[in-house]
């Protein structure tokens, strides 16, 4: 294992030894290749530099306390990048091509797989871009898919507590219609402005509203949303929101654990009545939301505790990431290892 202070990761990149990839040419997939080099040497006029014309996924890795490395739901990121890569006319690597790809990365990076006891893990970036010269507006004949790894977190350095969010009441993330339900490039250049806003103003994220009617509850910054009351977990579901693995996981547990689950319309107002939210995704698996600012109404909304997340919140967290980490069984069928 490398001499890492894991403790002192935050999820940001280090460089690890080998990343590997894939080209699309000709009508098909060439042979996994592995590559020592952090750089790409693409073509200027590559479709992904002028259009946009790129996915991308992210998944992580754990060591168990036995040693073996588990990956989480690497068949559901799979899957949603051929649905992401459908929508903006590209070639997707198909299931087994990605999850070859994701476990070859993981096996050369293994020395960079954090130790049990660090509370951290491997993320792994699987991405798609669309190159070769062209210069019309059209989709790319050749592509390159690459999976590079980095250790990250644990995400939270000052423990599993609630931040302060603010509705975003100015600008949108997706289009009614658009991209917001597929995992592409650019959903996250058109959030940075309001995310650099919202930091500016002292929060840690933005919540989307729909973009349509600006009534409901969108997207959590780069996370699902969810609130829960009255033992029942409720969380939007729309075209505009990217379908979480992490929230379809927490979903599972939660109606494991006796909780009535809800997937539907959140109106702005209904936001006051929960006693728990969060935003949950693959970097975090929970980010608990304890208030959450209208810069319209001037309204403050305090959601449970504002210093410590909810219990429901905390045993999600907690059951969730005992089955990333191998200390419960895994009764879904969602590890895989890597030998
Ligand atoms: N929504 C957005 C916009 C995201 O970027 C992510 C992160 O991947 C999620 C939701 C959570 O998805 P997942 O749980 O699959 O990581
Ligand atoms: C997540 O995994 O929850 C994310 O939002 C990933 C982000 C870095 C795109």
């Not at 294992?1 to 002192?8: A, R, V």
């Not at 590997?20 to 098909?28: E, L, N, S």
């Not at 042979?31 to 996915?55: F, K, N, P, R």
């Given at each position: 294992?490398?001499?890492?202070?894991?403790?002192?990761l935050?999820f940001g990149y280090t460089k690890t030894?080998?990343n590997?990839?894939?080209?699309?040419?000709?009508?098909?997939?060439?042979?996994?290749?592995?590559?020592?080099?952090?750089?790409?040497?693409?073509?200027?006029?590559?479709?992904?530099?002028?259009?946009?014309?790129?996915?991308?996924?992210?998944?992580k890795?754990?060591?168990?306390?036995?040693?073996?490395?588990?990956?989480?739901?690497?068949?559901?990121?799979?899957?949603?990048?051929?649905?992401?890569?459908?929508?903006?006319?590209?070639?997707?690597?198909?299931?087994?091509?990605?999850?070859?790809?994701?476990?070859?990365a993981?096996?050369?990076n293994?020395?960079y797989?954090?130790?049990?006891?660090?509370?951290a893990s491997l993320y792994i970036r699987?991405?798609?871009?669309?190159?070769?010269?062209?210069?019309?507006?059209?989709?790319?004949?050749?592509?390159?898919?690459?999976?590079f790894v980095a250790p990250v977190g644990?995400?939270?350095?000052?423990?599993?507590?609630?931040?302060?969010?603010?509705?975003?009441?100015?600008?949108?993330?997706?289009?009614?219609?658009?991209?917001?339900?597929?995992?592409?490039?650019?959903?996250?250049?058109?959030?940075?402005?309001?995310?650099?806003?919202?930091?500016?103003?002292?929060?840690?994220?933005?919540?989307?509203?729909?973009?349509?009617?600006?009534?409901?509850?969108?997207?959590?910054?780069?996370?699902?949303?969810?609130?829960?009351?009255?033992?029942?977990?409720?969380?939007?579901?729309?075209?505009?929101?990217?379908?979480?693995?992490?929230?379809?996981?927490?979903?599972?547990?939660?109606?494991?654990?006796?909780?009535?689950?809800?997937?539907?319309?959140?109106?702005?107002?209904?936001?006051?009545?929960?006693?728990?939210?969060?935003?949950?995704?693959?970097?975090?698996?929970?980010?608990?939301?304890?208030?959450?600012?209208?810069?319209?109404?001037?309204?403050?909304?305090?959601?449970?505790?504002?210093?410590?997340?909810?219990?429901?919140?905390?045993?999600?967290?907690?059951?969730?990431?005992?089955?990333?980490?191998?200390?419960?069984?895994?009764?879904?069928?969602?590890?895989?290892?890597?030998?």
């Open positions: 294992m490398k001499n890492i202070d894991w403790s002192s935050g030894d080998y590997v990839r894939c080209h699309y040419k000709d009508g098909k997939w060439g042979a996994v290749e592995v590559s020592d080099s952090e750089m790409l040497s693409i073509h200027m006029s590559s479709t992904c530099l002028h259009y946009g014309q790129e996915a991308f996924e992210g998944l890795a754990f060591r168990g306390k036995d040693g073996r490395i588990r990956v989480f739901r690497c068949e559901e990121n799979a899957k949603r990048m051929i649905s992401s890569a459908n929508y903006v006319m590209m070639k997707a690597p198909p299931v087994a091509l990605f999850t070859e790809a994701v476990n070859k993981i096996r050369l293994e020395a797989v954090p130790p049990y006891e660090s509370g699987p991405l798609l871009i669309g190159i070769g010269p062209q210069m019309g507006v059209a989709p790319a004949k050749e592509f390159l898919f690459v999976v644990p995400y939270f350095k000052a423990g599993f507590k609630p931040v302060k969010a603010m509705l975003e009441r100015k600008y949108d993330r997706a289009a009614p219609n658009g991209t917001g339900h597929v995992k592409v490039g650019g959903n996250y250049a058109a959030g940075m402005f309001s995310t650099h806003e919202a930091h500016e103003k002292g929060y840690a994220l933005s919540i989307f509203l729909d973009s349509k009617e600006k009534r409901y509850i969108d997207e959590c910054g780069p996370a699902n949303f969810f609130g829960i009351k009255n033992d029942t977990y409720v969380t939007p579901s729309a075209h505009t929101i990217l379908p979480s693995i992490t929230n379809d996981s927490l979903m599972t547990l939660a109606k494991e654990l006796g909780m009535t689950v809800e997937r539907r319309k959140i109106p702005v107002e209904e936001l006051a009545t929960f006693d728990e939210a969060g935003g949950c995704g693959t970097a975090a698996v929970i980010s608990p939301v304890g208030i959450i600012d209208d810069p319209e109404s001037g309204q403050r909304i305090t959601v449970g505790s504002p210093d410590t997340a909810g219990p429901w919140s905390t045993k999600l967290y907690n059951h969730l990431r005992s089955i990333q980490y191998g200390d419960s069984p895994d009764t879904f069928g969602w590890v895989t290892f890597v030998e």
